[in-house]
């Protein structure tokens, strides 16, 4: 990338830290040592501004370039990404929205723990969110790393790494001087900024083509090197069983895992009721619905006018597409419309990267803090001190995800998504459904719920061919696979529901039919909530 290239996008990065911090700042000067200010802001946000959160914490860099990507490569088979997670929000509208908000306080631990044993429930499900979100920030680091190589000219490792570790320090000054107050609005103006950034390229693309979507399909086919079969199903997921039983496995995993996601999950808690959390959500799928839309013609439009094998020398899997058809779409390289356009997208895309992660650092120091140290205490914790070690937490979750995502930095940010996806489908919906919704749960079977769909998860992806045994893998040297799909979905998401009931139907102790019936009316009716 030419100079301008560069100086414009680092000025608009910096714009984009420099307002954040500043909002982080304001933030930090209000009084931040209660729990309700510091996990929940105070539950004081309206179900627009939520909304708006919640997309923002949603449309995630797996969103903006790995779809984007995977449909530049893949065509028909890229596009299930954006089904799946646009058709999960139903789960969370219809199932999830308002008996959450109205059964916890800050967690998913909290839910569970109204009926059950609080201490191992919280020891478990504390454990699950923070393996889920460590998982979903590689992909975001990821992310950072190819975009600023692509900005740099993929010349320097150096300047991926410190990238990387720039986004998780950020992270952490955002998590822990600002908490949900601060995250929220970062979350707020991120996807004012991501909307508007989608909007322009979307109709950019449609402008090329003169309003022609047909003529962008048939190009897009032409220039992909694989003709119709571009638009047909199978060009990822065809051929043989193990790779339709992936697609099954994946689309498992995206449709059924936003429930699951610790960090959407908390975002129900900063409003004041659950009428407000459910129409939060409408917000946010009617935003969301929108964004996945575009990023269909995105995807078709990189294809088309970049060409999939362009998109492929550029990232192996595809990150980098649409800052490529951006620069294309303003005038090509070298272009001052280019350039603009260029360095607009990549801060967009980079102002995506960092609101994603303070979100996601903040739920999963939230369930350390909130579930697994006070936990561990044996005298009940006090709530500065429960605030003070979620800021620790949020150092030591960053330092982590840091540490993978250098390690992951070729696979498709969208692919790591949807393996995140799945062990929260796995480990976390099961629980959270059969507390809400079946009388008989037991505390047995709600650990064994967790851990029935956590360890077969993680395990599974160890051993597959993301891990080691292709030359895509983090391994690429090394072969230890021995389970043969790439997403554990179809596998761990069962074995997760028939864990908890099992555990349940072997637990030696009856159900607390008091605090069964306590729950219940609590969640139908919001009686009682916090």
């Given at each position: 990338?030419?100079g301008s ?9 910096s ?5 954040t911090?500043g909002?982080t700042?304001?933030v930090s000067?209000?009084r931040?040592?209660?729990?309700e ?14 909304g708006?959160?919640?997309?923002g914490d949603?449309?995630?860099?797996a969103?903006f370039?790995g779809?984007?990507g995977l ?8 596009m299930l990404?954006?089904?799946g997670f646009l ?5 969370v509208?219809?199932l999830v929205?308002?008996l959450v908000?109205?059964?916890g306080?800050?967690?998913?631990a909290?839910?569970?723990a109204?009926?059950m044993?609080?201490?191992p429930?919280?020891i478990a ?6 393996a889920?979100s ?15 190589a692509?900005l740099l000219g993929?010349?320097s490792e150096a300047a991926r790494?410190?990238?990387?570790i720039?986004?998780?320090a950020l992270?952490?000054?955002y998590v822990?001087?600002g908490g949900?107050r601060a995250t929220t ?13 989608t909007?322009?390229?979307?109709v950019?693309?449609?402008?090329r083509?003169h309003?022609d979507?047909?003529g962008?399909l048939s190009t897009?086919a032409?220039?992909?090197?694989h003709g119709?079969?571009?638009l047909?199903p199978g060009?990822?997921?065809g ?16 449709v ?7 960090h959407?999950l908390?975002r ?5 009721t659950?009428?407000?959390a459910?129409h939060?959500?409408?917000?946010s ?11 269909i013609v995105?995807?078709?439009g990189?294809?088309a006018?970049?060409?999939s094998d362009?998109?492929r020398?550029?990232?192996a899997?595809?990150?980098t597409?649409?800052?490529l ?6 005038g ?6 280019g350039?603009?356009l260029?360095?607009?997208?990549a801060?967009v895309?980079?102002a ?7 979100g996601?650092?903040l739920?999963s120091?939230?369930s ?10 044996r005298?009940?914790t006090?709530?500065h001190?429960?605030?003070?070690v979620?800021?620790?937490?949020a150092?030591?979750?960053?330092a982590?995800a840091?540490?993978?995502g250098?390690l992951?930095r070729?696979?498709?940010?969208a692919?790591l998504?949807?393996?995140a996806?799945a062990?929260?489908a796995?480990a976390n919906l ?5 507390s809400?919704f079946w009388?008989?749960?037991t ?18 992806v160890?051993l597959?061919p993301?891990v080691s045994?292709?030359p895509?893998?983090?391994?690429p040297g090394?072969?230890f696979?021995?389970?043969p ?6 596998v761990?998401?069962?074995l997760?529901?028939l864990?908890g009931?099992i555990?349940t139907v072997?637990?030696?102790e009856?159900p ?6 306590e729950t219940?009316?609590r969640a139908l009716t ?5």
């Amino acid at each position: 990338m030419t100079g301008s290239h560069q100086t414009l996008a680092l000025v608009l990065f910096s714009l984009f830290v420099a307002v954040t911090l500043g909002i982080t700042t304001w933030v930090s000067r209000r009084r931040q040592g209660s729990a309700e200010e510091f996990y929940a802001g105070g539950r004081l946000f309206s179900p627009l501004e939520n909304g708006f959160a919640i997309a923002g914490d949603y449309m995630s860099a797996a969103s903006f370039l790995g779809i984007s990507g995977l449909i530049a490569l893949y065509g028909y088979d890229g596009m299930l990404y954006s089904v799946g997670f646009l058709v999960a929000w139903l789960v969370v509208l219809l199932l999830v929205a308002e008996l959450v908000r109205n059964c916890g306080r800050f967690t998913l631990a909290d839910v569970i723990a109204a009926r059950m044993a609080e201490r191992p429930v919280r020891i478990a499900a504390g454990t699950s969110s923070v393996a889920v979100s460590v998982l979903y920030l590689v992909a975001q680091m990821v992310g950072a790393g190819s975009l600023v190589a692509l900005l740099l000219g993929g010349s320097s490792e150096a300047a991926r790494s410190w990238t990387v570790i720039g986004v998780g320090a950020l992270m952490v000054i955002y998590v822990s001087l600002g908490g949900m107050r601060a995250t929220t609005w970062i979350q707020i103006v991120k996807a004012v900024l991501l909307m508007a950034g989608t909007i322009a390229l979307t109709v950019l693309v449609l402008l090329r083509f003169h309003g022609d979507v047909n003529g962008l399909l048939s190009t897009a086919a032409e220039r992909s090197g694989h003709g119709p079969d571009f638009l047909a199903p199978g060009l990822r997921y065809g051929g043989d069983w193990t790779a339709r039983l992936d697609f099954i496995s994946l689309g498992l995993a995206l449709v059924l895992g936003t429930a699951g996601l610790p960090h959407i999950l908390s975002r129900f808690y900063t409003v004041p009721t659950a009428r407000a959390a459910r129409h939060s959500v409408i917000w946010s799928i009617g935003l969301i619905g929108s964004f996945y839309l575009m990023t269909i013609v995105l995807g078709f439009g990189a294809a088309a006018l970049i060409g999939s094998d362009q998109v492929r020398a550029s990232h192996a899997s595809g990150n980098t597409a649409v800052p490529l058809l951006a620069l294309d779409l303003g005038g090509g390289a070298g272009s001052t419309g280019g350039t603009v356009l260029f360095a607009v997208v990549a801060a967009v895309a980079f102002a995506t990267i960092l609101a994603v992660v303070a979100g996601i650092t903040l739920a999963s120091s939230a369930s350390v803090a909130h579930d697994l140290y006070a936990s561990l205490r044996r005298r009940r914790t006090e709530p500065h001190s429960e605030v003070a070690v979620a800021r620790i937490a949020a150092a030591g979750i960053g330092a982590a995800a840091i540490g993978l995502g250098l390690l992951a930095r070729d696979l498709n940010v969208a692919f790591l998504v949807g393996l995140a996806f799945a062990v929260a489908a796995s480990a976390n919906l099961p629980v959270l459904l059969f507390s809400l919704f079946w009388r008989k749960f037991t505390t047995r079977g709600a650990v064994w719920s967790v851990y029935g769909g956590l360890v077969p998860a993680v395990l599974l992806v160890l051993l597959s061919p993301v891990v080691s045994g292709s030359p895509e893998s983090l391994f690429p040297g090394l072969d230890f696979h021995l389970f043969p799909l790439q997403n554990p979905g179809v596998v761990s998401i069962p074995l997760g529901f028939l864990a908890g009931w099992i555990g349940t139907v072997t637990s030696p102790e009856p159900p607390d039919e008091a605090r069964q019936a306590e729950t219940e009316v609590r969640a139908l009716t919001g009686a009682g909530a916090v």
